[in-house]
């Protein structure tokens, strides 16, 4: 049997050649016939320009069609797909192409110079590049390759794609994802949120993440619905797709952004059936005023790029504000104590630990970090704190790691302490998350200069500027004559959160 996920994608696809599968903001579309045929003609390019099966293919590129006609060309030709954020600088693409040893980087056009540089350093063979209009050389050499009609057979085990996340010591790991854990994870998400080919979802996230690539795409592709596509979150696009569309999936800001506009309203929201929200937590006021003004409760959902998704609030019956749900079916939690590992009793918080086909198989070339977070029975650490109510639902009450996530996106507040440390005058830093009504929370930065330096806000943020993504760049910087540290000389972030709790309250 051919466990590569495509040949279940195909399959769907190839049963509604005519059908819709992806429509963008300015009008252009994919049919499920021309999906098909032109990730075809991807896949052959690939082959044609060396890559093999197993082998990554990094990919930098803007919001397109085409790039996820490249994922499904890399999945049906035996690639490993490797996505990277679009914010990613220069010295961060360097320790990905170094680390993942891609056989291809596929970059955007107007990169393609700093591209071939780096891919030159970190002995990546090939470079190509893939705009947003169906343009770039990667579109070429599929016009001229020959299709690749098959489907390279692939074990439930074997690599779909690698997704990076980055480490609480301020290493980036390559999470690594097998056909079984996509293929598993897509087929019960489709189930639990009732996706049939009738469903139009408006598509607002990045697509280099796990929520945006993965939940969203491949339920999709899974149920032969189709894609309102659009660059980003966009208030005015998203307010006139609402009426075509019948469900969108959101990151919390998504939701908060959109009540603040008064066009948000049942009426307008008459034909959607479905509103999930996940990869930060959302608040339960978000919750009841959107279900207050629309009329729909928003489907929370939990999961990290280790995991594919772990637990979803019912599609029928109490979704239940300020909670993630149950495990989703074949998904085990437990909720441990973090020194012994052991369970929990009901209802007290722990470290929360999952194990199921969704589950991913370990961090590329990273055998120990495996081992510290794969337990021998299955179950990965999670690193998040949360408890089991009686109901069966399960709440997460917090970060184990100090995880900053701002407007959807991971920051690891090491990270940014290595790079502000490296500043003249810096002595030392401490990046913690702090409220912010419109992120979720802002990375705001705390630091100590030494005596008689003078180091200011605006010095720090610029030279943070060229060396990391903006969303990890701290919106605030402040400076204190010493960081709060317990006995055993931990930096005591919480007491610096509740120091400066309130600065974002008004902004
Ligand atoms: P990522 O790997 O980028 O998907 O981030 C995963 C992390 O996001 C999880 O470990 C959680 O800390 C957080 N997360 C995802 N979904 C939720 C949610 N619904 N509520 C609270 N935290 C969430």
Redesign the pocket.
Known sequence: MNHNLFATFAERMSARRDRNFITTLDGRTYSYGQALETSARLAGALTSLGVKPGDRVAVQVDKSPEAILLYLACLRMGGVYLPLNTGYTADEIGYFLGDAEPALFVCRPASLQAAREIAGNTGCPNVETLGTDGDGSLMDAASNASAFDGIEQRADDDLAAILY?SGTTGRSKGAMLTHRNLASNSASLTEAWRFTDQDRLIHALPIF???GLFVACNVVLMSGASLYFLPRFDLDAIIEAMPQGTTMMGVPTFYTRLLQDKRLTAELTANMRLFT??????TAETHQEFQQRTGHAIL???????TNMNTSNPYDGDRIAGT?GMPLPGVEVRVTNRETLEEVPQGEIGILQVRGPNVFKGYWRMPEKTREELLPDGFFI???LALIDERGYVH?VG?DKD?V?SGGF?VYPKEVEQVIDEIDGVVESAVIGVPHPDFGEGVTAVVVLQQGASVTEADVLASLAGHLAKYKQPKRVFFVDSLPRNTMGKVQKNQLRDKFGDIYKDA
């Open positions: 996340t993440h796990t929520h929200s996940g990869s930060a937590p959302l929370e959902r939990y999961g990290m790029t280790e993630v999670t690193g998040d997460i970060r995880l996530i991971n």
